[in-house]
Structure formats: C-alpha cells, structure tokens
C-alpha cells in the first residue's frame, strides 16, 4: 500500500535505514516519492568520518543515495531558514541549527518530514510524521 504524499527523509531516518531497521525499511517501501537534504547527507559523512568503520560507512551512504533524488541548499532554502529560525527565537525554542535547515527544505518543497525527533513539532506549518 502506498501512502500519498512527498516525503523528505530526517537524517535520524536515514540512520536508522543504513542500519536497517525493518520497521523503517517497510515504511520506506509504502511512500510514493523520497527526498533526502544536502544538509541530511552532511550530518551522514560526518558521522561516518567520525566513526571507526569509516570506509564501510562512507560505502553505505554512497551506496543508498544512489539514484535518490536530493535536494540542495539555495535562496529559497536560506529564506526559509531565517522565517523558522525567527520564529523559533520569538518563542524561546532554539533547535539544533541542522534541523533548522531539514525542516526549511521540507517547507520549501511543500514535503512530509519522516523523524524521529519530535522537538520539530515546534516548527509552524512543518508537515511531519514520526517514526
């Protein structure tokens, strides 16, 4: 069964894919359209460059990016991020400056973020779902 809509994968998703996690594989499987952030990706090789099997986790982000569709950082993106960076300091809810940019991305493009971390729910207009 496929689950309509666009979906911009968090980088605690992709963790959780790379480590193949069945639950999120099959949730995977059921979304119709997958998105990843250059930002995501970012997050990825460090956390692979910082780990103790770095060519073999290099090797896993290469190896699931392959013929995924990602999207970069640009005005629109920059934009975004200051509106949600200024709402969240006019609230008192500073975020972790990645997931600010993740979240940005998936307004810009109108796209469901599939996370784990719920602490962007503080996020006005984020489309999200928690897995």
């Known amino acids: ?6 979906f911009l994968l968090d980088s605690s998703i992709i963790v959780l894919l790379l480590r193949g996690e069945p639950g999120i594989e099959v949730r995977l499987l059921q979304i119709d359209e997958v998105y990843l ?17 770095v060519a073999d986790n290099l090797a896993a982000i ?10 970069p950082c640009d005005v629109a993106t920059a934009q975004e991020y200051g ?16 997931d600010i940019w993740i979240a940005a ?5 109108d796209l ?3 996370t784990r971390d719920a602490h962007l729910s503080e996020i ?5 779902e928690l897995w």
């Not at 991305?105 to 493009?109: D, L, S, V």
């Open 83 to 98: 509106i949600i960076k200024n709402e969240l300091r006019t609230k008192g809810k500073p975020l972790p400056e990645n």
């Open 105 to 109: 991305t998936a307004r810009q493009y």
């Open 1 to 6: 069964m496929l689950v309509s809509g666009r």
């Open 124 to 128: 006005v207009d984020l489309k999200q």
């Open 62 to 71: 290469h190896n699931f990016i392959v013929g995924r569709t990602i999207l």
């Open 112 to 114: 469901t973020l599939a």
């Open 37 to 53: 952030s250059s930002t995501s990706l970012g997050e990825l090789f460090y956390g692979a460059r910082k780990s103790v099997r």
